[in-house]
């Protein structure tokens, strides 16, 4: 069965390009969450997502970072203009809406902004 | 706003050893989950606590939470290398959101 499918593992750009990270959530799952994991600031949850739909936007630190979900089985979270700050991993989650499960995580990506 | 705080935040200890790490919320909460972190992986689920009094055990882990406390504990019973890892508490927030602690870096030396 598998997991949560993140896109891709690594990215390293320069400043003010366009990121364009991708997530496949586990088949079935209502819910897909977006977080960002620092030694600083640990791991935020940016955004989540409940049938498709965007419910708590909160956690998304500016107009730059924006994240769709088109479908239930896939997730974009974008960060235009990128900057330094932004490095982190960025990791995408799923889960069931009912059964108090967990949340599955992918394997994140791994984001270094130059 | 609910807040999760974990303690300590970096545990070295000794194979063989017990040990307890701490994981307190601030408001209200009606789960409370356990993660584990290996170096660069991802987080693994280890435990799901639904009510106060709940106990669940893995091999040389035991997890607890008290609710009228708003604490869970994470207990390591002789320990070993392999449960060398990070360990995440995270409490539920409203919608079907959690709320991280900081993490607890375990080391167990040999």
């Known amino acids: 069965d598998a997991g949560v499918i993140q896109s891709p593992r690594h990215e390293v750009t320069e400043m003010g390009q366009e990121v364009t990270l991708r997530c496949k959530p586990i088949?079935?799952?209502?819910?897909l969450f977006w977080y960002r994991q620092t030694m600083m600031r640990g791991l935020e949850l940016l955004i989540y997502?409940?049938?498709?739909?965007?419910?708590?936007d909160s956690g998304m630190p500016e107009d730059r970072f924006s994240a769709k979900m088109p479908n239930a089985s896939f997730s974009t979270l974008k960060i235009q203009p990128s900057e330094p700050r932004d490095s982190a991993v960025y990791f995408c989650?799923?889960?069931?809406?009912?059964?108090?499960?967990?949340?599955?995580f992918g394997d994140g990506t791994r984001l270094s902004i130059l | 706003e609910l807040k999760v705080e974990q303690n300590p935040l970096f545990l070295s200890m000794q194979e063989g050893k017990n040990y307890t790490i701490y994981c307190n919320y601030s408001?209200?909460?009606?789960?409370l989950y356990w993660y584990r972190q290996d170096p660069g992986k991802s987080l693994e689920s280890l435990f799901v606590?639904?009510?106060?009094?709940a106990v669940k055990q893995e091999g040389r882990l035991m997890a607890s939470l008290d609710t009228k406390a708003r604490l869970s504990t994470l207990h390591i019973t002789a320990a070993v290398h392999d449960l060398s890892a990070t360990y995440f508490c995270?409490?539920?927030?409203?919608?079907?959101?959690?709320?991280f602690g900081g993490g607890t870096r375990l080391m167990v030396k040999p």
């Open positions: 989650a799923s889960s069931l809406a009912t059964g108090f499960q967990p949340q599955h």
């Open positions: 088949s079935g799952h209502d819910y």
């Open positions: 997502f409940n049938n498709n739909v965007p419910i708590d």
């Open positions: 408001t209200t909460s009606d789960r």
């Open positions: 606590l639904l009510s106060n009094g």
């Open positions: 995270a409490a539920h927030n409203a919608g079907n959101m959690l709320t």
